[in-house]
C-alpha cells in the first residue's frame, strides 16, 4: 500500500505507534523514513533545537548524513556470525558512543542475554535472537546523554512476557529522557504504552492521543 500526502512531525519525548492491518504500510513508512525504502514526493527533514533545519533525505535520492539513530527492523537484520556481546557494541560504535564493557554487560544482563555474550546470534534461539534486535536497536539512545530517535518495527514480536516488560520499561525510560520513538505494532500492550498512535489505513494516517 502507498502512502499519500503524509505530513507528519515527531518532537523530542514523543512516543508514536503505527497502527493498521498487516499491509496497509507501517513497515514501508518506517523503512522509508530511515532511508531503506525510497519515496517518491516529499522528503524528511531534521529541525534543532537552535532553529535551524536539515534536509536528510529527499524523492530524488539525494541524502545527508542523519543524527545516529537506533534501528530494529521487523526482519532483524543482524548477521548469524556475530558474537551477541559484537552485536551490541558495533550498534553502539556506528552510533558514535563510547561505553565500558561493564556497561555493555550491564545492559545485556537487563534484557537476559549476559550468559550468552559470548556465543554466536545463530546459536541463539529465535526469541533471544529477537531480545538482541531490539536492545541493539534501543541502545544508542539510550547510552547516549542526547536525545535521539528511535525507531522499532513490531518490537514485541516474538519476545516473551519477561523481555516485553524490559521493552515497555525502556521506552518510556526513553520517552522520560526526551528520545523520540516511532514504532509499528500490532500489541495491545505497546500501543497502550504510546503517547501518539497513527493509524495507518488505506494510503492515508489519522492519529489520536493516548494520554
Known amino acids: 500500500m502507498v502512502i ?47 532553529g535551524t533545519s536539515l534536509i536528510i533525505r529527499d524523492h530524488l535520492g539525494s541524502r545527508r548524513k542523519p543524527y545516529p539513530f537506533g534501528l530494529t527492523l521487523q526482519s532483524d537484520g543482524i548477521c548469524g556470525e556475530e558474537k551477541v556481546r559484537e552485536r551490541l ?45 531490539v536492545l541493539s536497536g534501543m541502545a544508542p ?25 524490559v521493552l515497555k520499561q525502556w521506552l518510556q525510560e526513553l520517552s522520560q529522557r526526551r528520545n523520540a520513538v516511532i514504532m509499528a505494532s500490532h500489541d495491545e500492550e505497546i500501543i497502550s504504552s504510546s503517547k501518539r498512535i497513527v493509524m495507518v489505513e488505506s494510503g492515508k494516517i489519522s492519529e489520536s492521543s493516548n494520554a
Open 4 to 50: 499519500q500526502n503524509l505530513d507528519f512531525e515527531v518532537s523530542q519525548g514523543d512516543l508514536v505507534c503505527f497502527i493498521g492491518k498487516n499491509g496497509s504500510g507501517k513497515t514501508t513508512l518506517i523503512e522509508s523514513l530511515v532511508g531503506v525504502l525510497p519515496f517518491t514526493s516529499g522528503n524528511v527533514e531534521w529541525h534543532s533545537e537552535k
Open 141 to 165: 539512545a539510550m547510552f547516549c546523554k542526547d536525545p535521539r530517535m528511535v525507531f522499532l518495527d513490531e518490537p514485541s514480536e516474538g519476545l516473551d512476557a519477561f523481555a516485553k516488560g
Open 89 to 133: 557494541e558495533t550498534a553502539l560504535k556506528v552510533s558514535g558512543l563510547d561505553f565500558t564493557q561493564k556497561e555493555l554487560l550491564e545492559a545485556l544482563d537487563e534484557w537476559g542475554l549476559s550468559h550468552r555474550s559470548e556465543d554466536r546470534v545463530s546459536q541463539l534461539s529465535s526469541g533471544l535472537r529477537r531480545r538482541l534486535a
